[in-house]
T-cell receptor, first 118, second 111 residues
Framework: KAGVTQTPRYLIKTRGQQVTLSCSPI?????VSWYQQTPGQGLQFLFE???????NKGNFPGRFSGRQFSNSRSEMNVSTLELGDSALYLC?????????????????FGQGTRLTVV | GENVEQHPSTLSVQEGDSAVIKCTYS??????FPWYKQELGKRPQLIID?????GEKKDQRIAVTLNKTAKHFSLHITETQPEDSAVYFC??????????FGKGTKLSVKP
């Protein structure tokens, strides 16, 4: 069973550009969450998608957006890149969103995309 | 807002000793607490988790304990080995479904 796949693994972009990252969840998993990991702030939640709908959003500016396709693959987009956006972007795959009766749902991470903004 | 505090931020032990990492969470509605291990340059890997209806869970050399009244949970690693060296993250699932992470503990096991 394939794990969570994120592409690309590394990206270097210039300030002001935009970037799109991709995440393919584990087969059969329908929930994809995105996290930003930095040395100073640790792992911070960006948003979660389930059945092509954004279910939950963290405290990030509107420059950060995402979407999910019918095959559960998800993309996140960052527009007007800033130096502070340099980070490891991780996606996590779950069978279902972790709410209600499914609050115990396990989440499995991809390898991440290392974004460097220069 | 929802918060998870993790201590210590760094921990150095001798091979064979035990290591304990402690976390405190703020959202009383949280009832799922996973632990992740992240080696340098690799993905966070789920190593163990505990649900709120359980006070303790063990898996070989790793154990987690949960005190819901005090909102504390801890990771215990016994007979540590050099390959246990990594950054460990605790997390609590918030009421909106997302995981809220502690800042991490860098564990170094010296041979």
């Amino acid at each position: 069973k394939a794990g969570v796949t994120q592409t690309p693994r590394y990206l270097i972009k210039t300030r002001g550009q935009q970037v799109t990252l991709s995440c393919s969840p584990i087969s059969g998993h329908r929930s994809v969450s995105w996290y930003q990991q930095t040395p100073g702030q640790g792992l911070q939640f960006l948003f979660e998608y389930f059945s092509e709908t954004q279910r939950n959003k963290g405290n990030f500016p509107g420059r950060f957006s995402g979407r999910q396709f019918s095959n559960s693959r998800s993309e996140m987009n960052v527009s007007t890149l800033e130096l502070g956006d340099s980070a490891l972007y991780l996606c996590a795959s779950s069978l279902r969103p972790g709410t209600g009766a499914f609050m115990n749902t396990e989440a499995f991470f991809g390898q991440g995309t290392r974004l460097t903004v220069v | 807002g929802e918060n998870v505090e993790q201590h210590p931020s760094t921990l150095s032990v001798q091979e064979g000793d035990s290591a304990v990492i402690k976390c405190t969470y703020s959202d009383s509605a949280s009832n799922y607490f996973p632990w992740y291990k992240q080696e340098l340059g690799k993905r966070p890997q789920l190593i163990i988790d505990i649900r709120s209806n359980v006070g303790e869970k063990k898996d070989q050399r790793i154990a987690v304990t949960l005190n819901k009244t005090a909102k504390h949970f801890s990771l215990h690693i016994t007979e540590t080995q050099p390959e246990d060296s990594a950054v460990y993250f605790c997390a609590a699932r918030g009421s909106q479904g997302n995981l809220i992470f502690g800042k991490g503990t860098k564990l170094s096991v010296k041979p």
